[in-house]
């Protein structure tokens, strides 16, 4: 007899475990259903999906042992430190990384066992008119996953997204690599090349370049950071290139890319010149696209869209009864945490609850040094809508947290409805970006004014004051600046 399910989730990543986890919590018979196993040494299905094993959480770790040796070769010397012949070993730096991963994506599988969710391995798909009767004459999907038949009354697809492919680049993860062999060097390349300039590219970019790698970033928009608020775009430009060094090239059309015996051959347009960039490794970071393969959309009718995502409404319903989609396979910013905020609020819909996920208070965050958050709308948002608002700008440097620190790189920057005063945007670049823009989070969420900020004690002397007086700066009436 096939097995049954009030809920099968289809992926194992940050939306697919959370979804299946809340379900459970829910009192619902809840699965999930995971094929990739990543690095695992054993073979065995990993769960955490692309952000745990090859994506957020080890681009993390890196940086992080990256950036010790930065400030060990650079910063210590204004503290009165000294450190000479400071050396990286990356085999131990990724070992590192590594572990971290591993002890993650175990604990997911004790949250599993703890709230009785059963983990199928085996790539899941959809099986062609899959609606059969079970007893008591409700209808359930039935799912194939490793050859084997499952029932389940709710499907929630959350197969995530993969990396860009661009024609005639063949990634092999050892010399041409996407986002996970960029994670495991085993050694500083000395050229490092790196197509796109965007989160990914920057992020893992920075990594290799702050432990010795001659770095070179083609992107091929005409603008850097476009997504950004244009003020944090210009303060990130002249920090990446002329302060750290990156070589970040805009508007390039990339051509052929050549793999020989001593590394990668680039060729590229730039305006009206050719140019070859050689390199010894190379990673392709152009952005991630729905990941469906294998997933019998078509054998049910499941409809996506034109850019190959699920398509679904604001609450994650797809175009089939009890069938939804959450995360990157689905519209909306590719990011965990809106992923993980979606696979709640579909478990808590299916159990007739009010399941909510506001999509205009999604922080965005790059981990850069420094590091760059921000929510809601930008400038340039604001004022092509037509919206009449008020800024107000706080530089770090009047900080005294952060000249404490070494490092007053950077501003908070907070936006605010010209006639009622609620916040419309926060953008932060600087130390710690991506803990302080949760303050702005929590505001708009509840639909403060600037003025509430303003009028909140926050202590002193710590960064998050920062956050106060660009408040106060929106009524033109900040303290320390």
Not at 28 to 52: M, N, Q
Not at 60 to 73: I, P, Y
Not at 147 to 168: F, M, N
Not at 346 to 351: C, G, S
């Amino acid at each position: 007899m096939a097995k049954q399910f009030d809920v099968l989730v289809i992926g194992g990543g940050p939306g697919g475990y959370v979804a299946a986890i809340r379900a459970a919590q829910l009192g619902f018979s809840a699965a999930c259903v995971e094929s990739e196993p990543y690095a695992d040494p054993k073979g065995e299905v990993r769960l955490g999906g692309t952000c745990l094993n090859v994506g957020c959480i080890p681009s993390k770790a890196l940086l992080q042992s990256s950036e010790l040796f930065e400030q060990a070769n650079h910063s210590f010397v204004m503290h009165g430190i000294s450190a000479e012949a400071v050396k990286i070993d990356v085999r131990t730096m990724v070992k590192r990384k590594e572990n971290i991963v591993t002890q993650l994506t175990g604990g997911i599988k004790h949250m599993f066992k703890k709230n009785k969710v059963t983990l199928l391995p085996g790539h899941g798909s959809f099986v062609p008119q899959g609606l059969p009767s079970l007893g008591g004459g409700e209808g359930a999907w039935e799912i194939d996953v490793a050859g084997e038949t499952v029932l389940a009354k709710h499907v929630i697809v959350a197969t995530g997204s993969k990396p860009r492919q661009i024609d005639g680049i063949s990634v092999d993860n050892k010399v041409i690599c996407d986002n996970a062999g960029a994670l495991s060097f085993d050694a500083v390349p000395k050229r490092l090349g790196v197509v796109g300039a965007g989160v990914i590219g920057l992020e893992l970019g920075s990594v290799w370049k702050r432990v010795g790698a001659e770095v070179t970033i083609l992107e091929a928009m005409p603008d850097f950071l476009a997504a950004a608020d244009a003020a944090v775009a210009k303060e990130a430009w002249k920090v990446f290139t002329k302060k750290q060094g990156l070589d970040i090239r805009l508007g390039v059309k990339i051509g052929k890319v050549t793999q020989g015996k001593k590394g990668v051959s680039v060729e590229y347009e730039l305006g009206d010149e050719s140019h070859v960039l050689e390199c010894d490794k190379l990673i392709v970071s152009v952005g991630r696209v729905p990941n469906t393969d294998g997933l019998g959309c078509e054998n049910v009718g499941l409809k996506l869209d034109d850019r190959g995502r699920v398509e679904v409404d604001d609450q994650c319903r797809t175009n089939l009864p009890n069938v939804w989609a959450v995360g990157d396979v689905v519209r909306g910013p590719m990011l965990a945490h809106k992923g993980m905020e979606e696979g709640v609020m579909v478990a808590e819909l299916i159990a007739g609850q009010a399941g909510h996920c506001n999509y205009d208070a999604v922080p965005w965050v790059i981990y850069t040094h420094p590091e760059i958050a921000w929510v809601g709308k930008t400038e340039q948002q604001l004022q092509s809508a037509g919206i009449e608002y008020r800024a107000g700008k706080i530089p770090f440097s009047a900080n005294g947290r952060a000249l404490g620190q070494g490092d007053t790189t950077g501003f908070v920057k907070m936006l605010a409805d010209a006639k009622t005063d609620r916040i419309l945007g926060v953008h932060i670049i600087g130390n710690n970006a991506s803990e302080l823009i949760s303050e702005a989070v929590v505001a708009m969420e509840f639909h403060a004014s600037s003025e509430d900020i303003a009028r909140i004690v926050h202590a002193h002397p710590t960064l998050s004051e920062a956050m106060h007086e660009a408040a106060l700066d929106v009524d033109k009436r900040s303290l320390h600046f």
